[in-house]
């Protein structure tokens, strides 16, 4: 029963985790695009009219990473 409840635990957690680091990797994209300063420590990677931006998030047992992709806004720097 306890494993039970501590397996429960751990995977609303990383869900939890998974989640904020998506939104983390969408707005660092989003800014990287409209040509705002990143913060966060989201690595980011100009290609052409493409922006895209890695964050990466660690747990006990493992590292999260989510890549969320953006177009360049017309007239961004």
């Given at each position: 029963m306890v494993l039970l409840l501590v397996t429960g635990i751990g995977a609303v957690t990383a869900v939890t985790v998974k989640l904020g680091c998506v939104a983390a990797a969408r707005d660092a994209a989003l800014a990287a695009a409209r040509g705002d300063e990143?913060?966060?420590?989201?690595?980011?990677?100009?290609?052409?009219?493409t922006v895209t931006a890695t964050v990466r998030r660690s747990l006990r047992v493992t590292v999260l990473t989510c890549t969320a992709t953006a177009a360049r806004e017309p007239g961004a720097p």
């Open positions: 990143v913060s966060g420590g989201a690595g980011v990677d100009v290609a052409g009219d």
